[in-house]
């Protein structure tokens, strides 16, 4: 089983990689930063330059750490922090499923870098450890945390003229 996870670690971290490219560089169909960026804005991430920025290094460098089996709550936390940011602000709303724009993908993606982590990262790892499940959660909770405080800083930067600013108080 220990190749079996080295062979998740790769397709996982490198599709993650790929995405995080598309953010960054416009690679692989991508919009860059200017088009994320926009793009980001108009599902309430301000400034969209920001997260876009913050994402595509979380996945390229999450993904990057992950195929190399190295660091590996580091990488599982980044990318969480990730699929948490992309399911409470793009696709919680629309359920389950995937074929209705829903969570489906973000969390067998945050479950898989769960169990990577808890597990350890198999053969052919710069880093042999076995974490195990303290690490796991620490890492979840992290993920976690770290997507709401995205989503916090993005509160703190919205623009006043947008439909998600606060109201200002009478």
Do not use: C
């Not at 590996?72 to 980044?78: H, I, M, N």
């Not at 982590?117 to 959660?137: N, V, Y």
């Not at 997507?147 to 930067?157: C, F, H, M, Q, T």
């Amino acid at each position: 089983m220990r190749f079996g996870i080295a062979i998740l670690r790769a397709v996982i971290g490198g599709l993650f990689i790929g995405h995080g490219l598309q953010k960054l560089k416009g690679w692989f169909g991508g919009f860059g930063i200017e088009g994320t960026g926009g793009w980001m804005e108009s599902v309430g991430l301000y400034p969209g330059k920001h997260h876009a920025t913050a994402g595509g290094v979380a996945e390229t460098a999450g993904g990057a750490l992950l195929v190399a089996g190295f660091a590996t709550p580091v990488a599982s936390a980044a990318l969480t922090g990730s699929m948490t940011v992309a399911t409470l602000k793009v696709h919680g709303q629309n359920g389950v499923w995937g074929q209705n724009n829903g969570f489906e993908l973000p969390l067998v993606m945050t479950a898989a870098l769960f169990a990577i982590t808890g597990s350890g990262p198999g053969s052919f790892a710069l880093d042999r450890r076995e974490w195990g499940t303290a690490w796991a959660l620490g890492a979840l909770a992290a993920g976690i945390g770290g997507g709401y405080l995205a989503i916090e800083y993005s509160k703190a930067n919205t623009p006043a003229e947008t439909p998600e600013a606060p109201a200002e108080a009478a």
